[in-house]
């Protein structure tokens, strides 16, 4: 069975693929993007893996953070990888969102911000500051069980509600990093709104004590008359990731789609992967399995690796027979660069 349903899904939006490192995700986000690009109007895929190799794939410089049309591809694709690095530049001022460990967060990057009108660059001006909340013995409060996500994927989930705010793209291709930091990037809707919620509340019960205490760090100077705007943005933020989680669970809009290969590792990797995105209501219907190697008759080495791949593969069945399973074969080649990803794309579509 191959990937040809996805051509059927006219609503797709979001297409994750994701799994663990080096089983072919790039390649396989990039072919796959080749020739949605064929059926959607215009199409973007996106590497969210700090460690970049989208350029490379395509052969084009897709770095700097900007979405680069990919003009030898049919259709309307683009390409881009994040650069969080350079965005975290551009977010530093904003990890003012008065949370212990904001500067992990790269400020949480929030997007949409950036975006929104009568506000220049970065947060509005009103940004709360409410340092020193540990000290008030309110930070463990506001952040309860949960572990504040890394920059790279906080960086990258704002980019996503940028997407998702701007709607600029038909259909997005997510290259996504190996396992944990997509875990990680996929918990933040939850993480976020909750986190988001307690500062609303803290913010309605306190709200006298933050103005006191943004005054007291502000030296009180220059804020008399600065509308404070703040929770007018919290609430916006709140809809946004409200928005994000709606769509990212909605199975016409949204698809995960893991990739594995044929080994053991791979398969409890994968599996994990699943339960995950099954608990944070990420849509599954396709799984692709890669690197499949031949059978051999001739060469020992081959055949014995052959022999315990059909074990595997058995098992793999077992597993995860409830999706539909599209193989690709190990090929002798590097696959890279435009003409080997559009013969991909024909193995993973036939
Ligand atoms: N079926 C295959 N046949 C031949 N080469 C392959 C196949 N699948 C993947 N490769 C090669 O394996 C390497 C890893 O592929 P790719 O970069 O897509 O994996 P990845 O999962 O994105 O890795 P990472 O976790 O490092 O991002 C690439 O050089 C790719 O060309
Ligand atoms: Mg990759
Ligand atoms: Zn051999």
Redesign the pocket.
């Known amino acids: 069975m191959t990937l040809q349903a996805l051509l059927k899904k006219k609503d797709l939006t979001y297409l994750f693929l994701g799994?663990?490192?080096?089983?072919?995700?790039?390649?396989?986000a990039s072919a796959i993007s080749i020739k949605l690009a064929k059926h959607f109007d215009k199409v973007l895929v996106v590497s969210t893996?700090p460690?970049h190799?989208l350029s490379d794939?395509f052969d084009q410089d897709l770095s700097g953070g900007e979405a680069v049309r990919i003009d030898k591809v049919p259709g309307n694709l683009f390409g881009m990888e994040l650069d969080a690095e350079k965005g975290m530049e551009s977010f530093k001022e904003l990890s003012s969102m008065g949370m212990p460990g904001a500067q992990d967060m790269g400020g949480m990057g929030m997007p949409g911000f950036g975006t929104t009108p009568n506000t220049t660059e970065g947060m509005p001006g009103g940004a709360p500051q409410m340092p020193g909340l540990d000290a008030l013995g309110l930070g463990s409060d506001l952040l309860g069980d949960s572990i504040p996500p890394g920059s790279d994927e906080a960086f990258a989930f704002s980019k996503l509600l940028e997407l998702i705010e701007t709607n600029e793209y038909d259909l997005v291709v997510f290259?996504t990093?190996?396992t944990g930091h997509t875990l990680r990037f996929l918990s933040l809707p939850d993480y976020l709104d909750s986190f988001i919620g307690r500062m609303l509340k803290m913010r309605m019960r306190f709200g006298n004590l933050f103005k006191g205490i943004r005054n007291l760090f502000s030296g009180g100077a220059g804020e008399e008359g600065v509308e404070d705007n703040s929770m007018e943005m919290l609430e916006t933020l709140k809809k946004t990731i409200t928005k994000a989680r709606i769509e990212l669970a909605d199975d016409t809009k949204t698809e995960f789609i893991p990739?594995t290969i044929p080994t053991m590792m791979a398969l409890y990797e994968t599996e994990r992967l699943i339960t995950s995105l099954k608990e944070y209501g990420i849509p599954v219907e396709h799984i692709i399995v890669?690197?499949l190697i031949p059978s051999s008759k001739d060469c020992p080495f081959c055949a014995k690796r052959f022999e315990i791949q059909e074990k595997t593969m058995l098992t793999l069945k077992q597993y995860f027979g409830e999706f539909i399973q599209t193989n690709?074969?190990?090929?002798p080649?590097?696959?890279?660069g435009i003409e080997q990803l559009t013969l991909l794309a024909e193995v993973l579509f036939k």
Not at 19 to 28: D, E, F, N, Y
Not at 328 to 331: D, E, G, I, L
């Open positions: 799994g663990k490192g080096g089983v072919g995700k790039t390649i396989a893996d460690a190799s794939c290259d990093a190996p990739v890669n690197q690709v074969p190990m090929v080649q590097e696959i890279r």
